[in-house]
């Protein structure tokens, strides 16, 4: 992402520009597949850099969803409050998925989470407030007096926001942070050597990517105008893990293409009649994992003939609970 | 206090559904490190064929059954021969491989036996057994055995035969293993295949009480996933006393609490184990790192 | 500088280290050898806070590091190396050198990801100062690289180097020639002579390759089964019938017959 300014920039003008000449009902797609790339990244924060498996995420996208609609709907707060505060309360309770982050390894982690996510997706129906089982509406909000019920205004706004945290997280992964993350996923005991923390490390993923999905959320509940606590199962979890196995793990542009991949995809199958989309949808999963399985973003980059680099190293990610000893030899025991 | 009796056998006999579930899943874990999430629609297409065998073509019984295993063993051999390219992939990545097998599967499933839910016949029908005044289906009887037969055979084939213990090898260090002449394509196939041989008796065993149609097996999976967290990930044994423990687990909270809260309960009793004792009951020690 | 105080450490019913005392003085090179499972990197393990001593002090300067956590020993000036390469394989050269500041980063992390210029000028000033000590072992051209594809040797003189990077006042290095050839063994030892001359650090080092101890280091701690059994010069140590006996046995003469 180094010297790649052009690209970028052409990138960002063709989606700025793009969407004019679209109609509406696509800029609405494209503005879901926006909100699941946000999401997308958002995991890919916490499982491809910082090799925490997180199969519960669809819980932070409800619990974004769901404190903007309630922040907004309930208490009259505005659109430019309601996201950050949102996102905040996301990112608060996806500290509790720290603790059994320091104790759990891999595997062990991963079912906690699933339990996680399961749990929100049982609780939230619980409280009255969320409108239980039938589902809770939110109005199309303005902001700052602009109205926002075009499709094509809701898409900016998402693009500017979207854009802003792309941003803000590509220099998080340059900086010690990222690097922090990367090390204490491949080797926890040498990164504890050189000083990082793995509470305060792990404290900090999971604030990140609850923050990053608890925003994507928010952004869905005012994008889609209605919330249904169904919406986000395990399957939407298991969806969000496609993604960034298919685009690429620990990797920014990796994320986004494959949130925009799969996310679009069905759209590109509904010509097609019963079973078939479901079987081509699964043919797709199963050829690129298969062919590119370090994701599209991966396979772009061995074509162009680049580094493999924090990508390759995912092929540490959720092996078996007997795999490989740490590395401080130890064998003097023995 | 006379139902609990009852609900003890009950939840035995069902999560000696889970076990047998389980313990296919395990098996394949075990020797090639992957999470096959699509076990429980193998189990279906197994089960649908014999339904065929059994409905369209009036085959008796248990030759649909030997159909159903078959069946099962090819599936699994398959996806584990499809999936060999990807060997050296992000075993995360290999996982939204097999949810990819999934979900064709599940497609296909539509496709040839179609989307209504259709009853399936029991194994064994006649007068049930009671004992104690407790009433034991002799289909629920057969589950049981069948699951602890299962359990401790399989357990017995990874210890004392030498494929069972190339499987164990393979598990541990797979390039140590092909040092030692372990052939580990043949042996990983294997595994796939019995695995999801095993997961056609579970599915067979099971129709009958939930139904079959394409989802009922996936709902058994979660379960069958919950009981190998309790028993302990890696540990065929554990599977079994996982399933066993959480169908009687799951009895007595529907019993004596309600079953809505059944699948709450079920989530929480993960949650709990991991945060006491991540290994599950049987299973060998997570990798822990100190300090 | 370094004192460990009846350190005993058990693992079950196994006692990996018994009542293990030593002290090393400042701006030394020592050595600490011993038979395999004699507990070397055990000792390197409690300093490094993985383990928990069952018994014992271990003071570095004063501060007793049994009280510390694994990742607060950096910061007080103890740096290692491991013996089966702790370095990131998939990081580039540069990264992992960076991360071997990472305990000396002032940028706080929630302004990290803000591209300020105090932080840019931090990360510049990281990057000069891995791009100065990779010069001087001259691999400054490897920078860029992936670890993953570099030589074993060169990788543990990037492991050296990143240990050194944040200028620690002790270096714990496990096992720094293993594996290298007796080229690399010489130049490591001229690296590690020129960290302590030219750096100051402290260096206790365990070691299996006798030459280069008895060259490099000016005292050395023998251990055998978990206890140390000499402490003294290489000549001196050489010589002990003790240390004899832990590697090579007792004389025919006295050994029971069969």
């Known amino acids: ?334 | 206090m006379e139902i609990l009796p009852q609900l003890i056998v009950s939840g035995l006999a069902a999560g000696s559904l889970y076990a047998l579930m389980a313990l296919g899943m395990i098996l394949i874990f075990k020797t090639t490190d992957v999470v096959n999430f699509a076990h429980g629609d193998m189990a279906m297409i197994s089960s649908f064929v014999a339904l065929t065998l059994m409905r369209g073509y009036h085959q008796p019984y248990w030759l649909a059954v030997l159909a159903a295993i078959a069946m099962g063993f090819v599936l699994g051999a398959l996806a584990d021969l499809i999936l060999r390219p990807a060997r050296n992939a992000p075993i995360l990545t290999l996982l939204i491989a097999t949810l990819g097998i999934s979900l064709m599967l599940s497609a296909l499933g539509g496709h040839f036996f179609g989307y209504q839910t259709v009853s399936f016949p029991y194994a064994l029908v006649g007068k049930p057994f009671v004992i104690a005044g407790v009433i034991l289906t002799r289909h629920n009887a057969l589950a049981l055995g069948v699951a602890a037969a299962l359990g401790l055979g399989l357990f017995a084939l990874l210890k004392y035969t030498s494929v069972g213990t190339a499987m164990r090898a393979m598990a541990q260090n797979r390039l140590a293993a092909q040092l030692m002449g372990v052939n580990v394509r043949r042996v990983s196939t294997l595994s796939w295949g019995l695995g999801a041989a095993l997961g056609a008796v579970a599915g067979v065993l099971i129709a009958p009480v939930v139904f079959l149609d394409l989802n009922t097996m996936i709902t058994v999976l979660i379960k069958a996933f919950a009981a190998a967290v309790l028993g302990g990930f890696t540990s065929l044994l554990g599977a079994v006393v996982g399933g066993l423990l959480l169908g009687v687990l799951e009895n007595l909270v529907g019993g004596y609490l309600s079953t809505q809260l059944q699948t709450t309960f079920v989530f929480l009793l993960i949650i709990v184990m991991l945060a006491i004792r991540p290994r599950g009951l049987l299973g060998a020690p997570v990798a822990g790192r100190r300090a | ?258």
């Open chain 3, 1 to 258: 500088m370094l004192e460990l105080q009846g350190v005993t450490m058990r693992f079950g019913g196994l006692k990996a280290l018994d009542e293990v005392s030593f002290r090393v003085e400042p701006d030394r090179i020592v050595g600490l050898i011993g038979p395999n499972g004699a507990g070397k990197t055990t000792v390197f393990n409690l300093i490094s806070r993985f383990y928990h001593p069952s018994s014992g002090s271990i003071r570095f300067n004063g501060i007793e590091l049994t009280h510390l956590s694994a990742h607060e020993i950096i910061g007080k000036g103890i740096a290692r190396t491991f013996q089966n390469l702790g370095l990131f394989p998939y990081l580039t050269v540069m990264d992992n050198l960076l991360l071997g500041q990472h305990c000396r980063v002032r940028t706080p992390v929630l302004l990290q990801a803000l591209h300020l210029p105090g932080a840019r000028h931090e990360d510049r000033q990281m990057r000069v100062r891995a791009g100065q000590l990779l010069e001087q072992v001259g691999l400054a051209q490897l920078a860029p690289a992936y670890v993953a594809g570099l030589p074993y040797g060169v990788q543990k003189i990037i492991e050296f180097c990143r240990a050194l990077v944040a200028r620690p006042r002790l270096l714990l290095l496990d096992e720094p020639a293993a594996g290298l050839t007796s080229a690399e063994t010489e130049a490591m030892a001229g690296f590690i002579r020129g960290a302590r001359d030219q750096f100051g650090v402290t260096v206790l080092l365990i070691e299996h390759d006798m030459s280069l101890v008895m060259k490099l280091c000016e005292r050395v701690i023998v251990m055998d089964f978990g206890q140390v059994i000499a402490e003294g010069t290489p000549a001196q140590i050489q010589h002990d019938p003790q240390v004899i006996e832990a590697y090579l046995g007792r004389p025919a003469e006295e050994a029971p017959h069969a």
């Open chain 1, 1 to 334: 992402m180094r010297a790649r300014w052009p690209w970028v920039l052409l990138l960002v003008a063709l989606l700025a520009l793009g969407p004019q000449f679209l109609k509406s009902y696509q800029v609405y797609l494209l503005s879901l597949a926006a909100v699941y790339a946000l999401a997308a990244l958002g995991l890919n924060l916490l499982t491809g850099y910082a090799g925490q498996i997180s199969l519960g995420h669809a819980g932070f996208l409800a619990i974004g969803g769901y404190s903007a609609a309630l922040l907004q709907v309930k208490l009259a707060w505005p659109l430019w409050a309601s996201l950050p505060a949102a996102g905040l309360l996301t990112a608060l309770l996806g500290l509790v998925l720290v603790i059994p982050a320091l104790r759990l390894s891999e595997i062990y982690l991963a079912i906690a989470t699933l339990g996680f996510g399961v749990a929100v997706e049982q609780l939230l129906p619980q409280w009255a407030w969320t409108g239980g089982h039938q589902g809770f509406s939110i109005p199309r909000p303005e902001l700052f007096g602009l109205a926002l019920n075009s499709d094509l205004a809701f898409y900016y706004l998402i693009l500017a926001v979207g854009l802003a945290l792309v941003w803000i997280a590509a220099n998080a992964v340059r900086a010690p942070l990222g690097r922090a993350f990367v090390a204490i996923r491949d080797n926890e005991l040498a990164a504890q050597a050189l000083g990082i923390s793995l509470a305060r490390t792990k404290s900090y993923a999971f604030l990140l990517s609850a923050f990053y999905t608890g925003i994507a959320g928010a952004l869905y509940a005012n994008l889609v105008g209605y919330l249904n606590v169904s919406t986000f199962n395990l399957g939407l979890s298991i969806l969000l893990l496609s993604m960034i196995a298919v685009g690429g793990l620990a990797s920014i542009p990796g994320s986004l293409l494959g949130a925009a991949f799969l996310g679009l995809l069905p759209q590109v199958l509904s010509g097609f009649s019963a079973w078939v989309p479901q079987f081509i949808y699964g043919a797709a999963l199963l050829l690129v994992v298969i062919f590119m399985p370090y994701g599209i973003w991966g396979f772009l980059l061995q074509t162009v003939g680049r580094g493999r680099g924090l990508m390759r190293s995912a092929r540490r990610l959720f092996p078996g609970p007997r795999a490989e000893s740490g590395s401080t030899g130890g064998d003097d025991h023995a």
